[in-house]
């Protein structure tokens, strides 16, 4: 069953208490102090010097809040991005649209934006901390699956923190096509469930309940212990989006399956909270570019499309969403920080779908990925050291740059988009 949840009174702000009132002081000084000495936004030392004077600051400044986690391994940011555009159709809405999706963002957050209504892009790892402290109204759960290898590796781990996590949570919209979700999610007092599809599957073959190998059927998957696919009020079928059966006339401005899915579980997500489905697909269909992501950026002659992918499941969702594009393409690579440093993951992802592509490789690691395109058959055009080399040697028109995390922003710093 849909549900609409009511929210709390909030606190007045004169009930705060004085370790608050001093620790939001520090933080803003801190938060000054940068800005002014480094150049910085001063979000990350804010937040830390909040946290560091309060610890409870967190719980306080949620309090009475209208709350909303989204958390996955891959489409937080954009599905925070196509939430927020929803909720305030009905509302103004805080949320994080600055990426910082774990404490010290969430924080930074909640601390600059006086609105009621917040939605919160949460990293995985840190959801049930943000759930603890921050008592959200609702979670909306995407998918599980491998990140890089030095970080959130083991799946099944992860769903067993989650579901530990989400038995005091109100209630949870969910991707029921993904098992570890669908189990993880299953703890909540209450559920809605979304039919988002899952196009990797590769982190998801065995039972999270019982460990045994999953069955998959069309459109379902289920295990012998009894295990199986809840079932659906909200549905991805046929390019739309369809509420008990009903198209509610999405017009999907990002590409791919993938997106199409993390507009499904936004548009639940924001009926929870009382806005029509017609509405939320109106606001959500007019989001075109996330941070960066999707966006189209002039260079020369050429209009380059900017396609974020960190991990497996990533790379594989971006490739699928330009399938049957004939545009070139440059495969930007780094194995730096965030990146993680070992990229042998990339012989999970196959890289065949881009036959017949013109390629460009580049990137600190972009040996790695020339190697790992030649091995499915494919002839890059050259490696580069730079993405303005790599752009250079290819024709004018449309490009594809799909670029991971740190290749990324130093793409969006070459095109002029502000990372």
């Not at 150049?39 to 400044?61: K, S």
């Not at 590769?202 to 309940?209: I, K, M, R, V, W």
């Not at 440059?330 to 440093?341: C, T, Y």
Request: overall charge neutral; glycine content about 10%.
């Amino acid at each position: 069953m849909d549900t609409t949840l009511p929210v709390p009174a909030r606190p007045p702000h004169h009930a705060r208490g004085l370790r608050l009132g001093t620790a939001l002081a520090a933080a803003r000084s801190a938060a000054w102090l940068s800005r002014h000495l480094t150049g910085g936004e001063g979000h990350a030392i804010g937040g830390r010097t909040l946290l560091a004077f309060d610890p409870q600051a967190p719980a306080e400044l949620s309090a009475g809040r209208d709350l909303i986690l989204v958390s996955g391994t891959n489409g937080k940011t954009t599905t925070t991005a196509m939430l927020t555009a929803a909720l305030r159709t009905g509302a103004p809405t805080a949320s994080n649209t600055d990426g910082g999706n774990t404490p010290v963002g969430l924080v930074s957050t909640l601390t600059e934006d006086p609105a009621d209504r917040v939605v919160l892009e949460v990293d995985e790892g840190w959801l049930p901390w943000a759930v603890a402290r921050l008592r959200p109204r609702c979670v909306v759960l995407l998918n599980l699956s491998r990140d890089q290898l030095h970080r959130h590796p083991e799946v099944h781990r992860l769903a067993a923190e989650w579901r530990k996590a989400l038995t005091e949570v109100p209630l949870v919209v969910a991707n029921a096509d993904d098992p570890a979700v669908a189990w993880s999610a299953s703890a909540a007092r209450s559920r809605v469930w979304v039919s988002a599809g899952l196009g990797w599957t590769n982190d998801s073959l065995t039972c999270p309940d019982c460990g045994g190998l999953l069955s998959r059927e069309e459109g379902s998957w289920s295990c012998g212990c009894g295990y199986r696919r809840p079932p659906v009020s909200w549905s991805v079928a046929g390019g739309r989006v369809r509420h008990h059966g009903q198209d509610v006339g999405l017009e999907a401005a990002l590409p791919g399956d993938a997106n199409l899915g993390n507009a499904a579980l936004a548009i639940a997500a924001a009926a929870t909270a009382g806005i029509a489905p017609d509405a939320a697909a109106r606001a959500v269909g007019g989001v075109r570019q996330v941070a960066g992501r999707y966006a189209t950026l002039p260079h020369g002659n050429q209009a380059v499309r900017l396609l974020l992918a960190k991990n497996p499941a990533g790379w594989d969702a971006a490739l699928r969403s330009i399938e049957g594009s004939t545009a070139p393409l440059v495969a930007a690579f780094n194995a730096d920080g965030v990146d993680g440093r070992d990229p042998s993951w990339l012989y999970d992802v196959g890289f065949d779908r881009l036959a017949g592509r013109t390629i460009a490789v580049c990137g600190r690691r972009g040996t790695d990925m020339l190697v790992r395109l030649r091995m499915d058959g494919l002839a890059p055009v050259g490696q580069f050291e730079s993405l303005d080399g790599a752009l250079r040697a290819l024709p004018s028109g449309p490009v594809d740059v799909v670029a991971n995390y740190t290749a990324f922003q130093q793409a969006r710093r070459v095109l002029g988009h502000a990372a």
